[in-house]
């Protein structure tokens, strides 16, 4: 029997982050090793055209995607990785599921009130772009989706379409399930009520961090009042997030993080934690891939990725009436 596919996505906008890996890309790691899954690991370059970039920059932030997929542990062998927009399919999927959208959905969701605040213009794009994300997923027919718990709105979406076009012009689409990690959520070390982001670089770690960045940032990092190393998340939120990074970097539970922390204070922890951020992430300062086996890469994920899609908007445009 074949097994169930699973699919995640990246956007190839920067470098990516401590809240990337331990949110979505090292599950997708254990997930690929369970063997449980046809897995496909996704660089969602269309998506990431709705916020400003450079195009001479655009090339090198996909290969760069690539790179730390390979350096967490994604396996070619194992999963297809290729790059959206290598996939025309998908952006005729994604026209014809805006015609079933409702603009209140699209302008309802957290990601697009967040992105659009204070902005004189926003462009339709960052509107739309739960609708590519559903059709990044349709297509595929994918069961389940490993993604950190900001794009569970627009995974809830994607249920939405899949449902309505399956009552409207008969059974087309799986409708897929989330999985989360258990750092679903990484804060920002200086606040600890909004999420890790690359919008605030000094905040946030990145995987390719040199050591003495990440030492300055977790030293730097909010710890609350007192000096317990106790996990609160109302009282202690800036303690609790570097528990749940120390736990999901180490493998060290909590309540066992809190036991070898008791009585200590506030700066042997940190201290510990710095070396273990910067033990676990050596793999991506390191790691060494040439471009042209990274092309190959998505060469070769690209065109296995085709035959599905292609023969998938094949039933779509029947489905439709669209086949002449
Ligand atoms: P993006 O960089 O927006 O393409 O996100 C790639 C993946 O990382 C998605 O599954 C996100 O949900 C996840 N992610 C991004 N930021 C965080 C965070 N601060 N905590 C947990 N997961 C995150
Ligand atoms: N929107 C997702 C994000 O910003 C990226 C993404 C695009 C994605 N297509 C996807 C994730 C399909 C999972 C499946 O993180």
């Not at 213009?121 to 509107?127: F, I, K, Q």
Request: hydrophobic share 35%.
């Amino acid at each position: 029997m074949s097994k169930p596919i699973l699919i995640s996505g990246t956007q190839p906008d920067g470098r990516l982050h401590l809240g990337n890996y331990l949110g979505a890309i090292k599950n997708w790691v254990e997930l690929q090793n369970s063997e449980k899954y046809e897995c496909y690991f996704i660089i969602v370059d269309y998506h990431s055209l709705t916020v400003d970039f450079n195009p001479t920059e655009k090339k090198e932030e996909v290969l760069g995607v690539v790179r730390a997929y390979l350096a967490a542990g994604i396996d070619p062998k194992k999963s297809k990785i290729f790059v959206q927009s290598r996939i025309p399919e998908c952006t005729e999927l994604a026209w014809i599921l805006n015609t079933i959208t409702p603009l209140g959905e699209l302008e309802r969701m957290t990601q697009f009130k967040e992105k659009s605040e204070n902005k004189e213009s926003v462009n339709t794009g960052l509107l739309t772009y739960p609708i590519l994300m559903a059709a990044d997923i349709l297509l595929y027919d994918a069961r389940f989706v490993p993604v950190g718990e900001d794009q569970l709105q627009h995974l809830e979406l994607t249920r939405t379409l899949a449902r309505k076009f399956n009552n409207k012009f008969g059974k087309t689409f799986i409708e897929p399930r989330a999985i989360l990690s258990k750092a679903s959520r990484v804060m920002s070390l200086d606040n600890p009520s909004k999420k890790m982001s690359k919008s605030h670089p000094e905040t946030c770690l990145f995987l390719d961090d040199p050591p003495k960045d990440i030492e300055f940032k977790i030293k730097r990092a909010v710890t609350d009042s007192g000096s317990e190393v106790k996990f609160d998340l109302e009282k202690k939120p800036g303690v609790s997030n570097l528990l749940l990074i120390y736990e999901a970097l180490s493998g060290i539970t909590i309540p066992k993080l809190e036991k070898k922390y008791a009585g200590k204070g506030y700066g042997q922890f940190k201290s510990n934690l710095a070396e273990v951020a910067i033990k676990t992430l050596a793999t991506f300062r390191e790691s060494k891939f040439s471009d042209k086996k990274l092309k190959s890469i998505l060469t070769n994920g690209a065109e296995k990725a085709k035959k599905i899609a292609s023969s998938k908007m094949q039933v779509i445009k029947n489905r439709l009436g669209l086949r002449v």
